[in-house]
């Protein structure tokens, strides 16, 4: 995945000048790139307050962070990692927290978009939940390889960018994570055959935008933006 460009100026320029002291240049970062940064925390962690203060942390951390960058992989690349590193931390930290039956069932409900909701056909949405409830019994890793590759679309090489590991690793994870989810899903298909399918393809639904961090945060920079997926 390339840096954007626009007017001139690559996503690198301005991280540069963001290091550099330009006020308005890391705002322009977070305007090109929030929405996917959200729809991959929302759909990792599975509820919007917490997919939220994911990329809230992740953006402070980037924003923190800047002088680190070294041109190694696209910022976007690096950003990605930032937010999936967030999100992976309060997934494994949500692990023991047990909710009720009427939660969970808000809670999926809360992630299908409005107009998802109103347009779509009812079997669609409950696929759509179907798919959600299980993605959410994976564990964190498994789950946040699956999203990259089956629900964001993104090339294996570069799912293993983001994630910061070889791509071996996110084939594995992706062949265990499917293998759990198949049995929970083949009951959705017209047929017993075949894998049934994660999504309808790359980005398709990228939820509300998330605003830019505004004043301090408690979040530590990520190094690097890598290295705990």
Not at 21 to 50: C, K, N, Q, S, Y
Not at 189 to 200: E, I, L, T, Y
């Amino acid at each position: 995945m390339d840096d954007v460009t626009h007017d001139g100026t690559s996503d690198a320029d301005l991280l540069s000048r963001h290091v550099n002291g330009d006020p308005h240049a890391f705002a322009e970062i977070v305007r090109r790139h929030r929405d996917r940064l959200w729809a991959v925390a929302l759909r990792t962690l599975g509820d919007r307050e917490e997919a939220a203060d994911a990329v809230q942390d992740a953006l402070v951390s980037a924003y923190r962070a800047a002088h680190t960058f070294r041109g190694q992989s696209a910022v976007t690349t690096w950003l990605h990692r930032i937010t999936v590193n967030a999100c992976l931390d309060r997934a494994r930290k949500a692990a023991s927290r047990r909710t009720s039956p009427l939660a969970e069932t808000e809670r999926l409900e809360q992630l299908l978009e409005p107009h998802e909701s109103a347009a779509a056909p009812a079997e669609r949405g409950d696929l759509h939940r179907e798919l959600l409830k299980a993605l959410a019994t994976l564990p964190p890793e498994q789950r946040a390889a699956l999203v990259l590759v089956d629900m964001q679309g993104y090339p294996v090489a570069e799912a293993a960018a983001v994630l910061d590991v070889p791509v071996g690793t996110v084939k594995s994870r992706c062949a265990r994570g499917r293998a759990r989810l198949l049995p929970m899903l083949t009951h959705l298909r017209g047929d017993a055959g075949g894998s049934p399918p994660v999504d309808g393809g790359r980005n398709r639904s990228q939820g509300a935008s998330v605003p830019p961090p505004a004043g301090q945060n408690d979040a530590d920079p990520v190094k690097g933006g890598g290295g705990r997926a």
